[in-house]
């Protein structure tokens, strides 16, 4: 895409933009979303498959991404009790993005070989 057909950014749409990215570029947001793009996951699943992650820092992003309606919490009423998260149909959107990041990076990856 060419600078000639890119939108105008509108003062409003660059604000969407940033708080996006923002959102998206926040320590363990991208990799815990990407961890439930393969289904729901019970609290110590994300734990044990996210390496360097605080127990502190999982519980804040899972807040986060319920409250902006991308993670759904399920509480299982069973003996022990569980707590499970699923991404909403809003989170499975994700998908999209990762996809196209993932390409960028290959290309990235590929120019930043030719160059050396």
Not at 94 to 103: E, L, S
């Amino acid at each position: 895409m060419n600078s000639n057909s890119q939108e105008s950014c509108t003062e409003s749409s660059c604000q969407t933009y940033r708080r996006a990215i923002e959102f998206i570029g926040k320590r363990w947001t991208g990799i815990i979303v990407y961890q439930l793009l393969a289904g729901p996951k019970r609290y110590h699943e994300l734990l044990h498959a996210i390496d360097g992650i605080s127990d502190r820092l999982l519980s804040e992003r899972l807040k986060d991404l319920e409250t902006e309606n991308l993670v759904v919490k399920y509480i299982i009423t069973e003996t022990p009790k569980k707590v499970e998260y699923e991404l909403t149909p809003l989170g499975y959107e994700f998908n999209k993005v990762f996809r196209a990041i993932m390409d960028w990076a290959v290309k990235k990856e590929s120019y930043d070989k030719e160059e050396k």
